[in-house]
């Protein structure tokens, strides 16, 4: 089973929900997907970037100056501005490419070549029952996916999967969720929680990918704002997390709260059964 | 004219609410909202006479069914694998317009076509005009929308001769971001006192350091735990950001925040009233002898 | 001598510059000898990413000797510097007019490093 946790905006958390639902159950793998800002290792394995990482690479052109007659296809090809043309010589600024290898193929002179670069990093670390991987975009790169794609090479179906993807609904959103199973949306009852459910929700459909929602810093007297929405629109509200200053105080220390707040662990390990049984439910829907 | 832009490194800091609160109390300004991912500045200014223009921010591919001798040579080529397999279709939300399957096609059946990928609004809130923006989900964000946003504030701001334009940044420290801080007067940077709000706080002071900007220091919620508080606070000070104000966790910022209301405006909060107005002379003081 | 300034219209000598290289409406091309004017659109600034080397690339394209900009991040400054057109910095309130008179009476400053960082 893989299920992946996403919200609209950093900070709703995600990370809360990750980490803590992570330290509930058994044989289970971590991903923190949220290659920019990644921040689960923190309440896992705070040592991480001690041990060996695994390099990322992706694809950039480098010219062969002999060859080139400085005809300026590449130049003009170039979609993203990578490529410039300074008195007859090509510059390179690798940062800007997106590895699409368009100026290799218009290149008349077969002057192109492409060249490895490092884009990010993957580490893995082994916390408990925790199997941890952690994907990290190198400061100056810009393109997530790759990072994604590679992180989730590490995927081990025969433990139960958790994603914590990156915040937002562009492409490495979408990337995460592609191929899991279910997704968590995690929200917090404000007008700005809503509005931004809202647009998960959204690139959620879009991609046909089953989800349901989990209130963080839930309050009674505002619980209505996403109850109302979820209602109408026939979405499932899988799991409540309080407003605490408890759980607020152990998050800014790094601990995460099940450590502390024992009886916790049963709610998330049912919340993971409860996805687990709506799954089952629904494949078998689809086959009948 | 002075422009002022609020950022925050992490996301949910409660940088949105304090830029909403600190609009409220100042006269002549023009707000920007350049955090294009999360847009949420209007929920709380609730501006009116919206007038939306279309946004076109990035290339897509688009097939002429006609013309496709279903070759495969685009499937061969897409390095994002956009085209489908099955009938060398594009999925959309996968490709990121390069421009390569065109280049390849035999029978030019592929055209690069600028899409609608979102809208900028000009409108008028009670404080202020206004100008936000909206991308489709699962439209890549860029600077470019943050520079257009910001380059229609700046108009707006000549026309009306306003003193101010308060800047709501992206989170993060990527793109969005640079292209929020640059040509700003001044950065305010909201944090919050966790080990994760720290770290993103130090990466996104290593940015405005670059643009050699004055900056002040807002910690929020800064009772949640006051040993952090404290070294971001002196870490701040090492790097001559002065602090602006510390916000307490309170519950009644949070009520304020469910109904989608100013904490400052309502009453009973005259004590947080008092601390944002703090922050506006600070930001005053900043520009004195000017 | 060409002279390459970003504007933010295409009024004349009296346009104002525009604040952003990249991101430029438009630059304004100036011959020196005869003080004609030439607006280009800057196409760079409606592309999603590196408006700064595309706008660089124009410039160089346009033949030009000097540039007088507010800010030029690393990309533009690593792009012009390497086609050896010489970069002055000034403030970005100033007429396209009162940019030529300062450049004219030596008072701008030599940019010899990019003076924003850009991305990152």
Request: include cysteine.
């Amino acid at each position: 089973m893989k299920i992946s946790i996403l919200s609209g905006k950093g900070g709703t958390g995600k990370t809360t929900l990750a980490v803590n639902m992570a330290l509930s159950l058994k044989n289970v793998q971590l991903l923190d997907a949220d290659v920019e800002e990644p921040d689960d290792y923190i309440f896992i394995s705070p040592d991480i970037f001690d041990t060996e990482a695994e390099s990322v690479l992706r694809l950039i052109p480098e010219v062969d100056d002999d060859l080139c007659t400085a005809c300026k296809k590449c130049v003009d090809f170039c979609e993203y501005n990578t490529l410039a043309m300074m008195l007859d010589q090509v510059l390179v600024f690798p940062e800007i490419c997106h590895s699409c290898g368009g100026c290799k193929i218009v290149c008349p002179e077969n002057a192109i070549t492409e060249i490895e670069r490092e884009l990010g990093k993957i580490y893995h670390a082994v916390s408990g029952e925790i199997d941890f991987w952690q994907g990290e975009l190198n400061t100056g790169e810009e393109k997530s996916v790759p990072v994604i794609e590679k992180l989730k090479t590490k995927i081990d179906t025969d433990k139960k999967v958790i994603i914590d993807s990156p915040p937002g609904t562009t492409c490495p959103s979408v990337e995460a969720v592609a191929d899991t199973d279910y997704s968590i949306v995690v929200t917090e009852p404000t007008p700005f929680g809503l509005h931004d459910m809202d647009m998960v929700i959204e690139m959620l459909q879009e991609i046909q990918q089953p989800f349901g929602v989990v209130i963080n810093r839930s309050d009674e007297n505002s619980d209505h704002l996403i109850e109302n929405y979820c209602s109408e629109n026939d979405i499932n509200i899988l799991l409540k997390i309080p407003f605490s200053r408890e759980i607020a105080e152990l998050y800014s220390d790094g601990t995460a709260f099940v450590k502390k707040m024992g009886s916790w662990k049963s709610k998330f390990q049912l919340l993971y059964y409860d996805i687990v049984r709506e799954v089952n439910n629904n494949e078998k829907n689809n086959s009948n | 004219m002075k422009k002022i832009t609020v950022i925050s490194g992490k996301g949910g800091t409660g940088k949105t609410t304090f830029t909403a609160n600190l609009v409220s109390l100042m006269d002549k300004v023009v707000i920007a909202d350049c955090d294009v991912d999360a847009p949420n500045l209007h929920l709380l200014l609730k501006p009116e006479n919206r007038n939306d223009e279309i946004y076109r921010g990035a290339k897509l591919a688009v097939k002429d069914e006609e013309k496709c001798i279903d070759c495969g040579i685009c499937y061969d080529n897409c390095r994002f694998n956009a085209i489908r397999k099955s009938d060398f279709s594009v999925i959309d939300l996968k490709c990121e317009g390069c421009g390569v399957c065109a280049e390849v096609c035999p029978t030019d059946a592929l055209k690069m076509e600028e899409i609608v990928t979102g809208n900028i609004y000009r409108a008028e809130s009670k404080y202020g005009p206004m100008i936000h923006a909206r991308l489709i989900p699962g439209a890549d964000t860029s600077g470019k929308l943050v520079s257009e946003v910001k380059k229609i504030a700046d108009e707006k701001a000549k026309e009306i001769n306003a003193d101010w334009i308060i800047v709501d940044g992206s989170p993060g420290i990527g793109c969005p971001v640079i292209a929020s801080l640059n040509d700003a007067d001044m950065a305010l940077l909201v944090t919050e006192p966790t080990l994760t709000g720290f770290s993103d706080l130090r990466r996104v002071i290593e940015v405005i350091d670059h643009f050699n900007i004055e900056a002040g220091l807002i910690i929020n919620k800064f009772d949640i735990n006051e040993a952090i508080s404290d070294r971001i606070e002196e870490y701040c000070r090492n790097e001559n950001i002065e602090l602006f104000a510390r916000i307490p966790y309170s519950k009644k910022i949070v009520d304020s925040l469910q109904k989608g209301e100013l904490f400052a405006a309502n009453p009973g909060n005259e004590d947080l009233k008092e601390m944002m107005l703090q922050v506006v002379s600070k930001i005053k003081n900043n520009f004195k002898g000017e | 001598m060409k002279i390459i300034i970003p504007s933010s219209s295409d009024k004349g000598l009296e346009a104002e510059i525009d604040s952003k290289f990249g991101r430029a409406s438009y630059f304004a091309v100036i011959d020196s000898e005869n003080m004609s004017i030439e607006f280009v659109k800057n196409d760079s600034a409606s592309q999603a990413s590196g408006a700064g080397v595309g706008a660089a690339q124009l410039c160089a394209d346009k033949g030009a000797d000097v540039i007088i900009a507010n800010d030029f991040g690393p990309k533009a400054f690593y792009a012009l510097d390497s086609a050896g057109i010489e970069m002055y910095s000034i403030s970005a309130e100033d007429s396209l007019n009162s940019a030529i008179k300062s450049l004219q009476s030596g008072s701008l400053t030599r940019v010899t490093v990019p003076t924003s960082r850009g991305k990152r």
